[in-house]
């Protein structure tokens, strides 16, 4: 029987995914006196890496929107750290937001709200965090988001 959280992001029509593996030699998260610190997830939906630069080729909510996958990302991987039981999560800590835009672009945190008020929407007050929103000049494979977080569980 799906838990309580599940059972909301499947009220939301969210199905979240195998929990995706390393690119690289890192891995995908790590507990520590109770915090989980998992490694950035990029903006990727069933089709692939979601790609753009803000600013340029992409807006401020299609940005958001590649965010809010790069949230669903985090859970999976929550997730998959707490064995397939969703409901050892306590709740969200930190949130660090990486967003592909020009120089001018100045609508971070617009772009990274689309992860924050999904996070808040599946999870409740567990889901409200503290945050940083900051511009990168590119990001891996041309991704328009990349969004790191840190959980505490139960």
Known sequence: MPGTYETRLA?????????????ANYVPYVEAGGLLYVSGQ???????MVKGKLGDDMDAPA?????????????????????GDLDKLER????TGFV????????????????SDFLVEALGDAGRHARSAVSAASLPFGVAVEI????KLK
Do not use: H
């Not at 009220?11 to 690119?23: N, Q």
């Not at 835009?101 to 617009?110: H, I, M, V």
């Not at 790191?148 to 959980?151: H, K, T």
């Open 148 to 151: 790191e977080g840190i959980f």
């Open 63 to 83: 940005g958001a929107a590649a965010a809010k996958l790069c949230a669903i990302g985090l859970l999976a991987q929550v997730k998959a750290a707490c064995g």
């Open 11 to 23: 009220e939301l029509g969210v199905t979240l995914p195998d929990a995706s593996a390393p690119a």
């Open 100 to 115: 592909n835009s020009t120089a001018d672009f100045g609508d971070q945190p617009k772009v990274v709200n689309g992860a």
């Open 92 to 95: 969200v800590v930190k949130l």
């Open 42 to 48: 990029i903006s990727m939906d069933a089709d692939g």
